[in-house]
C-alpha cells in the first residue's frame, strides 16, 4: 500500500477513513492496515505498551480497540508476542500510527502486520476526544471503516450489529480439542478450561509448576474429573458471562472436589456459581495501571485489566457508594471494609471479597473459605502490565499442595 513503509519506514497514513459512534457521532482519520468496513463495541486501553499482545488477546474478540497512547507502532511486532493464532479486536484506533522494527526483538513493523492480518486501523483520531465520549456515553457500537463506503451506509449497517451483552463469545474463541502441554517445572497436573485463554497464562502456570491438560469451554465437570487434575484453572474471555450458563454448572460440580483459581471471566463464571451476578461496566476496564486493595494482604497493587462486565457487590458495600446512605458521608474503599461488609453466604458455605477495585469499587477478588476456591477479575499474568499479583499462580499451587496432604 501506498501509505505504508517497511519495518524501518515512519511514514503516516494518508487514505481518508472514519470512526462512526451509534449516537450519530463521526471521527475523520486516516486508513492503515487492511481496507474495509467493520462493526462491533468500541472500547478505550490506557496501557503505554503492549499493543501486539492487546489485538491478539481472545478477550477483546468482537471489540474494536482505541489506544489512548498517542504513538503505537514505535517498536514492531514480534512472534513471540503474540497472545493467540490470531488477531481477535476488529479495528484499531490510534492518534498516531508508527511502522517502525529497530529493535533486536521486532521481526515487521506494526502497519506491515496488521496489513498481513487483514486488520482495519485508523489514524489521526482524536482519541482523547474518543475515550472522553466512551466514558462519558458508554462502551457503544460503531463503525470503523476506510475505502469506497458512504457514511449513510456505515450508519444503516450499524443499526443491525448485535450488542455485546447477552453473546456467548468464549465459544467461539476455545481451543476446538483437549491438549497438554508439559513444563520442565511441572509436578501438579492442572486443567485449564478456556474461555480465550491468553499463552502467557499457560507460561505462568508453567513457571509454578503446574503441567496443563487445556479443554474447550463446554467440558462438563465429569469432563474435568476424569483428567483426574489436582487443579482447576477457569481462564479469561471475551464477553457476556450472563449466558454461559454450562460454565456455570461445570464450575458447581468441581467445587469442593478439586482447588479452583479464575482469573477474569473465570471469576465471574466461579462467582456466579457461588450464586452472584454480574452487570455491564459503563465503559469496562482496560489498562495496566488499575489499582486494586489486597485485604488479605492489606496492600495496594497495580493490575492489568480487560473485562467489560463485573460481578455485583453486596448491599453492606454497595452502600459506601451512596452518600448519604448510611447517615454519612460516602466511605472510599481505601479504608478496608469490616470482615462483616466482606462476607459472603453462599450455597458451598461462607465467602469473601478478597480485592476491590480503587477507582470504583468493584469487586476484584473473591475466596471461598469452607473450600479451596479463590479468583480474580484482573490478569496477574500481566501480558503486558506490572507484575505485582503474579504471586497468585503460586497460591494456587499452594492450595494444591494442601489438598494434596489433606487426601494422603
Known amino acids: ?14 487514505s481518508p477513513a472514519a ?5 450519530g457521532t463521526l471521527y475523520h482519520g486516516q486508513g492503515f492496515g487492511s481496507p474495509g468496513a467493520v462493526f462491533g463495541e468500541i472500547v478505550f486501553n490506557t496501557g503505554m505498551t503492549g499493543y501486539q499482545e492487546v489485538v491478539t488477546d481472545p478477550s477483546y474478540h468482537g471489540q474494536m480497540v482505541t489506544f489512548t497512547y498517542p504513538l503505537i507502532g514505535n517498536y514492531g511486532v514480534s512472534t ?5 493464532d490470531q488477531v481477535h479486536s476488529r479495528a484499531v484506533i490510534v492518534r498516531e500510527a508508527h511502522n517502525l522494527a529497530r529493535n533486536s526483538t521486532a521481526e515487521q513493523g506494526w502497519i506491515d502486520w496488521l496489513s498481513l492480518q487483514e486488520v482495519t486501523g485508523v489514524a489521526g483520531i482524536d482519541t482523547r476526544a474518543l475515550t472522553r465520549r466512551i466514558r462519558s456515553e458508554g462502551a457503544m457500537r460503531a463503525a470503523v471503516y476506510w475505502g469506497d463506503f458512504s457514511e449513510a451506509e456505515m450508519a444503516a449497517r450499524l443499526e443491525g450489529t448485535p450488542s455485546m451483552a447477552g453473546q456467548d463469545l468464549a465459544s467461539r474463541v476455545t481451543c476446538a480439542e483437549p491438549y497438554e502441554i508439559e513444563f520442565l517445572k511441572g509436578k501438579h497436573r492442572v486443567v485449564v478450561i478456556d474461555y480465550g485463554i491468553k499463552r502467557s497464562i499457560l507460561k505462568q502456570l508453567g513457571v509454578a509448576g503446574c503441567n496443563v491438560t ?3 469451554a463446554w467440558a462438563t465437570a465429569e469432563d474435568v474429573l476424569a483428567a483426574e487434575p489436582e487443579g482447576v484453572f477457569l481462564s479469561n474471555g471475551p464477553g457476556d458471562p450472563a449466558p ?9 460440580g468441581l467445587l469442593g472436589k478439586v482447588p479452583v483459581f479464575g482469573i477474569c471471566l473465570g471469576h465471574q463464571i466461579l462467582s456466579m456459581a457461588l450464586g452472584l451476578k454480574t452487570y455491564k461496566l459503563k465503559f469496562g476496564h482496560r489498562g495496566i495501571n488499575h489499582p486494586v486493595k489486597n485485604l488479605e494482604r492489606d496492600r495496594v497493587e497495580i493490575t492489568s485489566q480487560n473485562h467489560g462486565f463485573a460481578v455485583e457487590l453486596p448491599e453492606a458495600l454497595a452502600a459506601r457508594l451512596e452518600a448519604g446512605q448510611t447517615g454519612g458521608p ?8 469490616s470482615a462483616k461488609e466482606l462476607k459472603l453466604d453462599t450455597a458451598f458455605g461462607a465467602a469473601t471479597i478478597s480485592h476491590l477495585n480503587l477507582y470504583d469499587g468493584t469487586v476484584e477478588g473473591i475466596r471461598c473459605l469452607d473450600l479451596q476456591a479463590f ?9 503486558p502490565g506490572p507484575h505485582d499479583s503474579r504471586y497468585l499462580f503460586d497460591d494456587f499451587v499452594n492450595d494444591i499442595v494442601i489438598n494434596k496432604v489433606k487426601q494422603a
Do not use: I, W
Open 1 to 14: 500500500m501506498k501509505n505504508q513503509e517497511s519495518g524501518t519506514g515512519n511514514k503516516q497514513p494518508e
Open 214 to 216: 487445556v479443554l474447550p
Open 80 to 84: 513471540t508476542a503474540n497472545e493467540s
Open 244 to 252: 454461559l450458563d454450562y460454565a456455570v454448572r461445570c464450575v458447581e
Open 330 to 337: 460516602a466511605k472510599t474503599f481505601f479504608e478496608a471494609p
Open 375 to 383: 479468583s480474580v477479575q484482573y490478569h496477574p499474568e500481566a501480558s
Open 19 to 23: 470512526v462512526l459512534l451509534e449516537d
